[in-house]
């Protein structure tokens, strides 16, 4: 699934810590960072301010329960 346009991310990696399972970015050099980490939720953050455009940036997630907390800010299949 794909990333919306994410206007405040302080309120979209709070959500991510509430998922039960993994909750991967996946880049478009195919690598997979796991956002529950501290360390990767910098790099992410970092990369939308870089770009200023998020739109299209995948996110997989181990647990499909996890949609139901994520759904606001992707964008649906």
Same mark, same amino acid.
């Given at each position: 699934?794909?990333?919306?346009?994410?206007?405040?991310?302080?309120?979209?990696?709070?959500?991510?810590?509430?998922?039960?399972?993994?909750?991967?970015?996946?880049?478009? /050099? $195919?690598?997979? *960072?796991? +956002?529950?980490?501290?360390?990767?939720?910098? %790099?992410?953050?970092?990369?939308?301010?870089? #770009?200023?455009?998020? /739109? $299209?940036?995948? *996110?997989? +997630?181990?647990?499909?329960?996890?949609?139901? %907390?994520?759904?606001?800010?992707?964008?649906? #299949?």
């Amino acid at each position: 699934m794909r990333i919306k346009n994410i206007a405040e991310p302080t309120r979209f990696f709070s959500a991510v810590n509430q998922c039960k399972g993994r909750v991967e970015l996946l880049t478009s /050099e $195919g690598d997979r *960072l796991n +956002l529950k980490s501290a360390l990767c939720q910098y %790099i992410a953050l970092t990369q939308m301010f870089q #770009d200023k455009n998020i /739109e $299209g940036v995948e *996110l997989g +997630l181990s647990d499909p329960h996890d949609y139901a %907390i994520l759904a606001e800010f992707v964008i649906p #299949d």
